[in-house]
């Protein structure tokens, strides 16, 4: 486009040539500035792409312990979710999410029963699992460069501070002459926490070396029994108050570190304890004694527990379950579009027969 410009500029009176300077000027004090942001962006883009991520599709907690908002949204649409944006066309979002009902409805009787709802959740479980190794494998060769099939945390570590900013050849000499890395205290503190997850992963015998199956477990605990307990271990000893290894109602819902300062900000922590209460009494507490063992919290994360499905599946059914049938029929799906999408979509009843 530069030198389209140029040559028009040049065809013109002479007294059209500062144009030209003009034009080329603006060119090159535009590179440095475009140059560092694309820097920045792949450095950003690196990190996250080898960090272990905070948010894991169709697991109902967060790496931090809080509640997976978009569980119900990724359980039921699971990769499929083009179409239920803020900005999508009501019309096609409405006969995109008729689609979605009649596949779940299997035996095509115009009704989701628990069963089949149930079933619909482990399969999209699955593709988000499927999603992760797909990830996960190209994550592991941006690691692995000598391609041996094996990652030391060391060259891990390498990688990591990278990304942040640090010579990678620089850093490789420094770890070769046993040279201490000098790094800020925040990132020391989250390179400890990455090792304790590194050791997790390592399956005995321990020799810190990550097969592609290992780093899958290091980055998706999901994936792995081990790394599960890791996760929900980590999870109870950031809640845990008394010491215990164990959850009380009370400690589950206790607040996040701050203060109320305004009524928005009461009414974000009301639903907080709300949420987190309904939680614990309703999926969380098997036995409902009151406390939450690690053991109950390790099934209720387990993402391919059929049995948490099953239950998963009625709970989701009884929010939209107008008539009570324990089904979930067009009429409802549509009305209750938000917790199913996200997106709420307008004029269910008028539409609910002609886009099913």
């Not at 007294?15 to 060119?27: K, N, P, R």
Request: aromatic letters at 8%; charged letters at 35%.
């Amino acid at each position: 486009a530069i030198w389209t410009q140029v040559a028009m500029a040049s065809r013109q009176a002479p007294c059209c040539l500062w144009l030209l300077g003009v034009i080329l000027l603006m060119d090159a004090s535009a590179r440095p500035a475009n140059h560092s942001s694309a820097r920045e962006r792949a450095g950003l883009r690196e990190e996250n792409e080898i960090l272990p991520p905070d948010h894991l599709n169709g697991v109902k907690l967060e790496m931090d312990g809080h509640l997976n908002k978009g569980f119900h949204q990724e359980v039921f649409l699971g990769k499929d979710t083009d179409g239920f944006e803020e900005d999508a066309e009501p019309r096609k979002s409405r006969r995109k999410l008729m689609v979605i009902f009649s596949k779940v409805d299997v035996n095509a009787d115009r009704r989701i029963s628990p069963k089949e709802m149930q079933h619909w959740i482990m399969q999209k479980t699955a593709e988000h699992f499927q999603e992760a190794v797909e990830e996960s494998r190209a994550h592991f060769r941006a690691v692995d460069p000598d391609g041996d099939g094996r990652v030391s945390w060391d060259e891990y570590k390498v990688k990591f501070l990278a990304s942040k900013g640090h010579s990678e050849r620089g850093l490789a000499e420094k770890m070769r002459n046993n040279e201490e890395l000098k790094v800020d205290e925040e990132t020391q503190e989250v390179l400890e926490n990455l090792k304790d997850r590194w050791y997790q992963a390592d399956n005995p015998p321990s020799d810190l070396l990550l097969t592609e199956d290992e780093f899958l477990s290091f980055l998706h605990p999901e994936h792995s029994r081990g790394m599960l307990k890791f996760m929900v271990k980590e999870i109870v000893r950031d809640l845990d108050q008394d010491g215990d290894k164990q959850l009380s109602l009370p400690e589950f819902i206790s607040l996040p570190v701050g203060t109320v300062e305004n009524q928005q900000g009461q009414d974000v922590d009301d639903n907080w304890v709300r949420d987190r209460k309904k939680e614990f009494e309703e999926l969380i507490d098997a036995n409902h004694d009151g406390i939450v063992t690690m053991a109950e919290l390790e099934d209720y994360m387990d993402p391919m527990n059929e049995y948490n499905a099953l239950n998963e599946a009625k709970q989701m059914i009884a929010v939209a379950d107008e008539n009570q049938n324990q089904h979930l029929e067009p009429e409802e799906v549509l009305k209750y579009s938000e917790f199913f999408t996200g997106s709420k979509l307008m004029d269910y009843a008028r539409n609910v027969h002609e886009e099913f």
